[in-house]
């Protein structure tokens, strides 16, 4: 099993590598601080953090997991990074070895990982769980605003991406406002959220 570990603490990613390697399930670990550079590697899982991916380094076209390592990051923030990234997994840096090694194994079955407690304030997070029909009366194009934002994209390239006006944009943003009742755009990344992820019976 490679695993390719690209985070901005290389001091974190090497004693990640050390840990990998004393066990005897025969991982085979490598720090890259640059995954540009490791194109001859093809990895099963791609261990980043939330500064890797806020330099929007391009990740290698491959089926490799992307494992989001969470350096005490916000539920925003975590919600924005797996809309914008497909993360497939996020592990805390507190996660002991043994539970490390069962979310690769569920990972790399298909599932996706996340802490209880994280997930439970993903789904429930308090600034917007209080407006019980926040997201009700939506249109499609007032949606589609909500994802691209919680993607980190600003108002021009909102625009651009939709083939409308910036000013059409701070007009849809301003009524997404209101009708959600938040004041700050991260504060509607949970409910794009929301939106991706499908309905379970």
């Known amino acids: ?79 924005s990074l797996m809309i914008a990234h497909k993360i497939d997994g996020v592990i805390a840096t507190t996660t002991d070895i043994q539970l490390f090694k069962k979310a690769l194994l569920a990972i790399g079955e298909g599932q996706i990982w996340i802490d209880n407690r994280k997930i439970k304030a993903l789904v429930h997070n308090a600034e917007w769980g209080k407006t019980s029909d926040m997201d009700n009366g939506f249109s499609k194009r007032e949606r589609d605003i909500i994802i691209l934002i919680s993607k980190g994209l600003m108002n021009k390239e909102i625009a651009t991406k939709l083939c409308i006006s910036e000013q059409t944009v701070k007009t849809y943003i301003s009524r997404l406002f209101r009708k959600a009742n938040v004041s700050r755009r991260s504060q509607l990344v949970p409910l794009a959220m929301k939106y991706l992820v499908p309905n379970t019976p």
């Open 1 to 79: 099993m490679n695993i390719l570990i690209n985070l901005g603490n290389i001091l974190l990613g090497e004693a990640l590598q050390e840990l990998l390697a004393r066990q005897p399930e025969g991982y085979r670990a490598y720090v890259a601080t640059d995954i540009r550079e490791s194109d001859d590697i093809r990895p099963d899982f791609i261990v980043v953090d939330g500064f890797t991916l806020r330099r929007d380094v391009p990740l290698p076209e491959s089926d490799a997991k992307i494992i989001l390592i969470d350096c005490g990051l916000s539920e925003e923030e975590i919600a």
